[in-house]
């Protein structure tokens, strides 16, 4: 049976492939084109330099022993491990109050812009759903 730190290293690393991937895309189709504004150059760049960042970081942690252990016990933890899903939790609850009051207020002024943000709430809720159904059978 792998370790659980292995296995979320694992996962931090595919994670931030996946991330560099689409910092590279990003990058790729605003040079042809497709992407006309400019902000998509900084969203690309934004995006690689934040996983070169840290896959170089993952990668430290690994090939040295005192960092392993360190990153190891952070990982771990059970006290770490509930302040984080409590921070997840605090920032879901908040992200969608704020989302439904920015509906509202934009819905007032530009009622087709509070439309596409209602999909976009919509969206987020039912991806709560999902996540809340698959980590409750999950655990």
Do not use: H
Not at 5 to 25: D, H, M, Q
Not at 53 to 65: H, M, S
Not at 110 to 124: C, H, K, T
């Amino acid at each position: 049976m792998e370790n659980t730190f292995e296995r979320k290293v694992r996962i931090k690393f595919i994670y931030y492939f996946c991330l560099l991937a689409v910092g590279l895309i990003t990058l790729i189709l605003r040079g042809k084109g497709i992407y006309t504004s400019d902000a998509y150059i900084g969203l690309g760049c934004g995006i690689l330099a934040v996983s070169l960042l840290k896959i170089f970081q993952w990668n430290a942690v690994l090939r040295n022993p005192e960092k392993r252990v360190t990153a190891k016990l952070q990982q771990t933890d059970e006290r770490n491990i509930f302040i984080a899903k409590q921070a997840y939790a605090g920032f879901t609850s908040l992200s969608i109050l704020f989302q439904f009051i920015l509906i509202l207020a934009v819905g007032i002024f530009a009622p087709q812009y509070g439309e596409i943000l209602a999909y976009v709430l919509s969206g987020n809720a039912l991806l709560l759903s999902v996540c809340f159904l698959y980590y409750r059978k999950k655990y």
